[in-house]
């Protein structure tokens, strides 16, 4: 098979492979059952029925609060475990990947109606006076206080591109997820000790306008976790219309297509990073080439000063060698610039190294690879150094050797 053929084979398996892709999409947000039409319908529909409840003066309104709190908690605390099992036993990847928390703007909505409902749950355990158990309440307050102020933090990362990793996530999630289910339930069990004593008291409205807030709420939660378009889509559509015009190659659009679905890899992060260095690396071995070439242009000079040369090409020598030794000195001058820029590019990426590492141990292995490319690079530069060194070296042993034969010897300059 020609390559050309072959190019174009892979291009077309690449594209379905995207069209499919894109289709689970679709059928994964289909799987919900829910649309926001019938949500709102609903929602209209829980809001009719609680308004024809009016007027709500035969309410009693701390048992339709503890009711509520009850039942709201009851199902968050059922959709909250099952959503912790289905993590816990999701695929990680082995190989370490990272994300930005701007991907958490597709669950924004979201967010925004979880920390809303905290508030409300929380304004309501602080205004029921029924009888709880202490630990019950505090159990949940503080419950509720930090998944408030979680979400707030969800909230105001996702306009920001820090970096994350599922590692990290699925690492930090065990601990967490048994602090607050452990809690929930210690709080759940005051709550419905205490609506066991106090239903008697109930009355029809009570349990019915209770019932009503509750649908609404989750309603509300309901319409926020919403599917909407993944974030992956729109890259997997600008990638197939770039492969499709030839404005990448296959190579280029697996890689992109690899980091759209999984993540970005350690190379990936510290690309820029370590483009920044080898760059500087290039311009030092540049001055150091063009320093090295000056040197060597010196010492050519230097043997054909003798005891026998005349003043006039002693003072022609001379001052060619000192444009040479000035021009010398303005290397020497952008060669310490460009040293500087290294050291703080160099710093930069170790403490992105050190970041990376911290959000998943398993980084440390491809860093270590990276990092060992760049040492190459600056083992090179070092050769480089050596070897003007031992041009300048030269030099110097020349014109102390001039110092004896020349009645008016070169002046060594200061950079030597």
Request: aromatic share 8%; proline share 3%.
């Amino acid at each position: 098979m020609k390559e050309e053929d072959l190019q174009f084979a892979r291009k077309r398996i690449l594209i379905e492979f995207i069209n499919h892709e894109m289709d689970q999409f679709d059928v994964e947000q289909k799987r919900h059952g829910w649309t926001t039409r019938a949500l709102v319908v609903t929602l209209a529909t829980l809001v009719w029925l609680l308004v024809s409840q009016m007027p709500l003066k035969s309410v009693n309104w701390q048992s339709v609060g503890l009711l509520f709190f009850t039942l709201v908690l009851t199902i968050d605390f059922i959709d909250s475990f099952s959503s912790t099992l289905s993590t816990q036993f999701g695929k990680v990847s082995e190989e370490p990947r990272f994300f930005l928390t701007s991907l958490f703007g597709i669950a924004r909505i979201h967010i925004l109606t979880r920390f809303v409902l905290y508030l409300i749950l929380f304004f309501v355990a602080i205004q029921l006076r029924v009888h709880i158990l202490g630990i019950s309440k505090i159990s949940i307050l503080f419950l509720l206080g930090f998944d408030a102020v979680g979400s707030l933090i969800g909230l105001i990362i996702s306009f920001r591109d820090i970096l994350f990793s599922k590692f990290q996530t699925r690492r930090a999630a065990p601990p967490y997820s048994f602090l607050s289910t452990t809690l929930m339930i210690i709080a759940l069990a005051g709550y419905y000790v205490a609506l066991a004593k106090n239903i008697g008291s109930f009355g029809p409205s009570d349990i019915k306008v209770a019932l009503l807030l509750t649908f609404i709420a989750a309603t509300f939660e309901l319409m926020g976790r919403l599917p909407t378009i993944s974030p992956i889509l729109p890259s997997l559509i600008s990638i197939r219309r770039d492969l499709a015009l030839d404005k990448i190659d296959v190579d280029q659009a697996t890689g992109q297509i690899d980091i759209a679905l999984s993540g970005m890899k350690v190379g990936d992060l510290l690309q820029e990073n370590v483009k920044e260095i080898l760059d500087q690396y290039d311009a030092i071995n540049n001055i150091l080439k063009q320093m090295t070439e000056g040197s060597k242009a010196i010492e050519s000079l230097l043997p054909l000063v003798t005891s026998k040369t005349s003043p006039v090409d002693l003072e022609s020598i001379s001052k060619a060698v000192e444009a040479l030794f000035e021009k010398k000195d303005k290397q020497i001058n952008d060669l310490e610039v460009v040293q500087k820029k290294l050291s703080e590019s160099t710093k930069r990426y170790m403490a992105k190294a050190r970041q990376i590492t911290a959000y998943d141990k398993r980084a440390s292995k491809p860093i270590d690879e990276v990092t060992i490319k760049i040492e190459k690079a600056g083992e090179e530069t070092a050769s480089r150094f050596t070897v003007d060194s031992e041009v300048r070296a030269k030099i110097k042993a020349r014109i102390k050797e001039l110092q004896n034969v020349v009645k008016d010897p070169l002046q060594l300059p200061s950079c030597i």
